[in-house]
């Protein structure tokens, strides 16, 4: 049942997302660490998805701006349907549809709540958390404000704030400048893009306007010159460049 929106928004026949084992989920419900990963996509806008393990699903939270290490800075999280837990170590291009665009795993690692009762903690507004992540540690809080909707605009899903507690882990270093890279292949988008058939560059390109287009477009063109160069490595013979003529 978690999962039914996450389902009904998606084509499993066009898109590589994984489709997600409810039965999986709740077998999966008895472990003891719960896992957290937080997703840099780049879709209608660019984004980071943060993801939190519970009752054998991952609650998922659009951030616009990403994480802040600074207790000062109170970043809004919308909440998104909830995501499988396989979710959490997809990393590609989804080609089109909902969500089309770049995926990077951007961090990933283990969460604590602290405070036991989860669903309590949700039901109020308050869920306070420990990450152990490589990227985000340290204790933060989701707190739900009463977000809005602008006349004509569709209801969305509940407005959270996103903020660093005060502690050892945090600070004024802009992370998501600090360490922008995948930490499943500690590659850029270009480089996630360019690990895929670039027949899906173009549909992707198609999908998005705007600033983003003009993102993506710089995205698949790196993408191309990456996938030039791979090439030309391929057809160039070992150590043809290097050798010297001998007369
Ligand atoms: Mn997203």
């Known amino acids: 049942m978690p999962l039914k929106q996450y389902h009904a928004k998606r084509n499993f026949a066009k898109s590589p997302e994984p489709k997600g084992d409810e039965s999986k989920a709740l077998r999966r419900k008895k472990t003891r660490t719960l896992f957290f990963c937080v997703q840099k996509h780049l879709a209608s806008h660019l984004h980071y998805d943060l993801r939190l393990e519970h009752g054998g699903v991952l609650m998922s939270w659009a951030v616009p701006k990403g994480p802040s290490l600074d207790p000062k800075v109170k970043r809004f999280a919308a909440q998104v349907e909830d995501h499988p837990l396989e979710y959490g170590s997809f990393e590609g291009v989804i080609p089109e ?5 770049v995926v990077m795993l951007w961090d990933s690692g283990t969460w604590t709540p602290e405070s036991p009762d989860v669903d309590a903690a949700l039901a109020k507004g308050d869920l306070k958390f ?10 933060w809080v989701l707190v739900r404000t009463r ?3 602008r006349p004509g605009e569709k209801p969305t899903g509940p407005s959270w704030l996103l903020i660093k507690h005060k502690d050892e882990w945090s600070g004024d270093l802009d992370i998501t400048e600090f360490a922008p890279l995948s930490v499943k292949s500690g590659d850029d988008f270009p480089a996630i893009m360019a690990a895929q058939d670039p027949d899906l560059w173009l549909t992707n390109r198609r999908a998005a306007g ?3 287009g003009v993102m993506l477009q710089g995205i698949i063109e790196q993408a191309a010159e990456l996938k030039l160069a791979e090439l030309q490595k391929q057809t160039t013979p070992p150590g043809r460049r290097a050798r010297k003529t001998k007369v």
Do not use: F, P, Q
């Not at 549809?97 to 665009?101: D, F, M, P, Q, V």
């Not at 420990?130 to 204790?139: A, F, I, M, P, V």
């Open 97 to 101: 549809g909902y969500g089309a665009g």
């Open 147 to 149: 977000g809005y909707t």
């Open 210 to 212: 705007g600033a983003t």
């Open 130 to 139: 420990t990450l152990d992540g490589y990227k985000l540690k340290g204790s």
